[in-house]
C-alpha cells in the first residue's frame, strides 16, 4: 500500500531522496501522530537517519536525507554555502508586477508568524524566476532561491502580488492545496553530481490537464535555462 507522506525516489550508500506529499509535517504532530521523518526512517527501515533541510507543510516534492552523521555534515555544508541548486514549481491565478526575473530584499518577520519582504539589502532573500501562463488565468513561476530564508519563495511571489494559490497565510485564494512543489535539485556530492527532477502529482491545477507538456518541456531541465542576472 503507497505510503500517504512520501515516496521514495532514490536511495544511496549515504543518502535517500524522497517526493514529500503535500499537507505532511516534517515532524510528528500530536493528533495526527508521526511526521515524514520518522515515517521514512520506519518505512524504510533504517537504523540512522538525518534531516538536513525541510519543506513547509504545505509544500510538496523532493527531500534529501543522510543516512550518516558524515553525510549530514557534508549536505548541511553544501546547504549553508548554496552549493546545492534548488528549483521550484509554484501557480498564482493573480496577475503579477513583472513576469520574470529577480526578487530580493532582507526578510523580517510580520504578524502571526508570517514574513515580510522589506527593501533593504542587508542580508537578503533572493530568488531568480521564470513564469508561464496556464489556462483559466493561472501561471506557473519556476523559481531559484539563492538564499535558505523561512517562507522565502512564498513572501517573494506574494511581494509582486502573484501569491500562491492555496497559500491563504500570505493572501493566496484557498484552493485544494497549496501550489508549491520542489521540484528539482542539483548538486556534487563525494565527486560525483547527482541531479533529480519530480513533477508534482497532487493537485488539480498541477495535473496533466492543466499542467501541459508544451510548457513543461520548456523547463526540464531547469539547471539548463538562461537564468536572469543576479
Given at each position: 500500500m503507497p505510503n500517504p507522506f512520501f515516496t521514495l525516489i532514490d536511495q544511496q550508500?549515504?543518502?535517500?531522496?524522497?517526493?514529500?506529499?503535500?499537507?505532511?509535517?516534517f515532524h510528528d504532530e500530536y493528533e495526527v501522530g508521526q511526521g515524514l521523518f520518522n515515517q521514512v526512517k520506519h518505512q524504510l527501515n533504517l537504523a540512522e537517519l538525518y534531516p538536513v533541510h525541510r519543506l513547509d507543510k504545505m509544500t510538496s516534492g523532493l527531500v534529501i536525507m543522510a543516512k550518516n552523521l558524515a553525510a549530514?555534515?557534508?549536505?548541511?555544508?553544501?546547504?549553508?554555502?548554496?552549493?546545492?541548486?534548488?528549483?521550484?514549481?509554484?501557480?498564482?491565478?493573480?496577475k503579477p508586477k513583472k513576469k520574470q526575473g529577480l526578487i530580493k530584499g532582507d526578510m523580517d518577520k510580520s504578524r502571526r508568524g508570517?514574513?515580510?519582504l522589506l527593501r533593504s539589502q542587508d542580508n537578503p532573500a533572493i530568488t531568480q524566476f521564470f513564469s508561464y501562463g496556464l489556462n483559466h488565468g493561472k501561471r506557473l513561476y519556476l523559481l531559484k532561491p539563492h538564499s535558505g530564508k523561512t517562507h522565502q519563495?512564498?513572501?517573494?511571489?506574494?511581494?509582486?502580488?502573484?501569491?500562491?494559490?492555496?497559500?491563504?497565510?500570505?493572501?493566496?485564494?484557498?484552493?485544494?492545496?497549496?501550489y508549491l512543489?520542489?521540484?528539482?535539485?542539483?548538486?556534487?556530492?563525494a565527486g560525483q553530481v547527482y541531479s533529480y527532477c519530480c513533477l508534482p502529482t497532487e493537485g488539480e491545477y498541477f495535473s496533466?490537464?492543466?499542467?501541459?507538456?508544451?510548457?513543461?518541456?520548456?523547463?526540464?531541465?531547469?539547471?539548463?535555462l538562461n537564468w536572469p542576472k543576479l
Open positions: 550508500d549515504n543518502f535517500i531522496v524522497i517526493n514529500k506529499s503535500a499537507g505532511t509535517n549530514a555534515q557534508q549536505f548541511q555544508q553544501l546547504f549553508n554555502t548554496h552549493d546545492i541548486e534548488k528549483y521550484y514549481l509554484a501557480i498564482s491565478d493573480k508570517s514574513y515580510k519563495l512564498r513572501v517573494a511571489l506574494n511581494s509582486i502580488s502573484a501569491p500562491i494559490l492555496g497559500d491563504t497565510r500570505y493572501a493566496g485564494n484557498k484552493a485544494d492545496r497549496g512543489h520542489a521540484f528539482a535539485l542539483k548538486f556534487m556530492l496533466p490537464l492543466n499542467l501541459p507538456t508544451t510548457t513543461l518541456d520548456k523547463i526540464i531541465p531547469p539547471w539548463q
